[in-house]
């Protein structure tokens, strides 16, 4: 069974920047590697998208201050986030689709922007 491990939350300032990652254990080549953030009472939103082709797909209120890139192996993902505001406080969790299914969620990362 593939796991997923975020890591790289933390407390920032509104303006900075923080960088997640997402690994997965044992496997990679997936069909799409994807960053996903929940706020309590609220459904989890997409928020960046990568393709194997290297398509990316960002939601709006985060476009322009976050990039989302793999490394080669293609089994670790990464978030960059800049310009941070309080608004993007949130867990930020990742997520891949492999064949036509995704896997199971990681716990999450916690991701505070003070103002």
């Known amino acids: 069974q593939v796991r997923l491990v975020e890591s790289g939350g933390g407390l920032v300032q509104a303006g900075g920047s923080l960088k997640l990652s997402c690994t997965a254990s044992?496997?990679?080549?997936?069909?799409?590697m994807e960053w996903y953030r929940q706020t309590p009472g609220n459904q989890r939103e997409l928020v960046a998208r990568?393709?194997?082709?290297?398509?990316?797909d960002y939601a709006d209120s985060v476009k322009g201050r976050f990039a989302i890139s793999r490394n080669k192996a293609g089994n670790t993902w990464y978030l960059q986030m800049n310009s941070l505001r309080p608004e993007d406080t949130a867990v930020y969790f990742c997520?891949?689709?492999?064949?036509?299914?995704?896997?199971?969620w990681g716990q999450g990362t916690q991701v505070t922007v003070s103002s």
């Open positions: 997520n891949a689709v492999m064949g036509t299914y995704y896997l199971n």
């Open positions: 044992g496997r990679s080549g997936f069909k799409s």
């Open positions: 990568l393709t194997a082709g290297g398509d990316t």
